[in-house]
């Protein structure tokens, strides 16, 4: 179970803040392993690796960087507009640690299932359109080959989605169309990934979005969204937002989703995803030359923006 706290550049956000912490213990009295984390320069993730976090360019592109002092720590008041899409290394950097910690035989990380909030959920759901077209190299250490040999998907190893007033902008950045046309289509869609919006009852700008993106999600052929498992999901009596939705009652109603959710899907057995020592690819379309995305040996693998699934400028 991977948690994605709401955040916003004026009021901050973390992973401690609102039911964030009451959601966790339910879903580990309910049998889920849950990783909760502050996106880089929030709550307590301010501090870097500086021989590391200024070796990528977004971050000397976009964030003020002194090549002979470079900063150990980072403050979301810093970052410019453009730079937060980018917080979706994050979540795959969260993801790697997840199928380090699977290797490990420690978790299952073939069945994650995301739970996120606001501009987290937003952030989710860009990481997931990433995931749709990145794949591993499955070719044996040592054999030279003239194309890799691709595994499936990695989009596949989600489970499901609980997300909470999903945001239509990422700072004042409106990608209401990527969400509605690409992003969400790649997972629950194009997928099967099943998706629960919740929202509000009271919330009228947030029952309208939940609603738009689950009609852009199931599309126009009532064969194929007859088959997908993606439905908005009301909060009575309230105008909360985001994580402020999370209470004992929403999250007993969280964990019946996902219970579901798994049985729509299937638990899908423990495989070895050698990650570490893999490459890791993207597929754009069928039988068109992959593009690297993490050399074998590589850490965590970085989220472009810029492929076509998610397709934001910097």
């Known amino acids: ?96 640690f997840l199928d380090r910690a699977n290797d490990r035989k420690e978790v299952n990380s073939s069945n994650l299932f995301i739970v996120g909030a606001g501009q987290g959920a937003t952030v989710g759901a860009l990481w997931l359109a990433n995931e749709a077209v990145r794949r591993r190299d499955k070719t044996p250490k040592g054999e030279v080959v003239l194309q890799p040999n691709l595994g499936d998907p990695e989009i596949q190893d989600v489970a499901g989605c609980v997300w909470l007033t999903m945001s239509s902008s990422i700072e004042n950045r409106n990608v209401a169309g990527y969400l509605k046309n690409t992003w969400l289509v790649a997972g629950g869609r194009t997928n099967k990934i099943p998706m629960a919006f919740y929202y509000g009852q009271k919330d009228t700008a947030g029952k309208k979005l939940s609603e738009d993106l689950v009609a852009g999600v199931k599309g126009m052929n009532t064969k194929v969204s007859k088959d997908l498992n993606v439905a908005s999901v ?73 492929i076509r699934p998610i397709g934001l400028t910097p």
């Not at 754009?284 to 693998?301: E, Q, S, W, Y």
């Open 234 to 306: 009301a909060v009575d009596g309230t105008n909360l937002t985001g994580s402020k939705l999370l209470d004992k009652a929403v999250n007993k109603r969280i964990i019946g989703h996902l219970d579901k959710m798994l049985d729509v899907r299937g638990s899908k057995e423990h495989r070895d995803k050698k990650c570490a020592d893999s490459a890791y690819y993207y597929q754009l379309m069928p039988k068109t030359r992959p593009i690297l995305n993490k050399k074998a040996g590589d850490d965590a693998p970085p989220v472009d923006i810029t």
């Open 1 to 96: 179970m991977l948690l994605l706290h709401n955040f916003d550049s004026k009021k901050g956000g973390n992973s401690s803040q609102d039911g964030w912490p009451d959601l966790a213990k339910a879903l580990q009295d309910a049998g889920y392993h849950v990783l909760s984390f502050d996106f880089r320069g929030f709550g307590e993730s301010t501090a870097v690796d500086k021989d590391t976090f200024w070796k990528q360019k977004f971050n000397t592109t976009h964030l003020k960087f002194n090549p002979q002092k470079p900063a150990e720590t980072i403050d979301h008041k810093n970052f410019p507009r453009g730079y937060y899409a980018h917080l979706a290394n994050d979540v795959a950097a969260a993801k790697a």
